[in-house]
């Protein structure tokens, strides 16, 4: 909260903070799926643009998570008012803009645990294994989400 409350001050950029606790949840629904409809709900309560830093890596991530569920998802670039223009960036060129350019960077902690979320054990453990049968997953992923677009 605090780098995200210093970079917008400094930028001078209007920051809205949201307030949730998690309420009557279905026992058939991941705590993943209740946040981010949660989140996406808010999100389109404003009147304006929301831009997210959604990245390549998370569209393969959600591409995975939905083709184990039977239907291969792509993220959209655009869906109503949020938009993620980073969508088709692998997150390791962000990474090295925010090194190259001295930007401060925050990564959430549970990220790295993959027994913390369904996400995280695609992160870690699935992504690396499918790369090794396709290396051009990425491609692939990026090249659907550009098509879908036009």
Known sequence: YHLVHK??????????????????VEPSTSQEKYWSDLRNSWF???????????????????YLMTAFQG???YTNYRNGNVCRPYLTTPKSDLVQYAEQHQLEWF???????PDFTYR????HEIVPLVLKVNSGLYST????????TK
């Open 120 to 123: 995280n054990r695609i992160r």
């Open 141 to 148: 992923v990026k090249r659907r989400i550009i098509e879908r």
């Open 7 to 24: 970079f917008c001050r400094d930028r001078h950029l209007n920051l809205f903070i949201g307030d949730k606790t998690m309420v009557n």
């Open 71 to 73: 239907e291969g998802h």
């Open 44 to 62: 389109n309560s404003f009147d304006g643009d929301v831009i997210t830093g959604h990245n390549l890596d998370d569209a393969v991530e959600y």
């Open 107 to 113: 990564e959430d902690p549970t990220n790295g645990n």
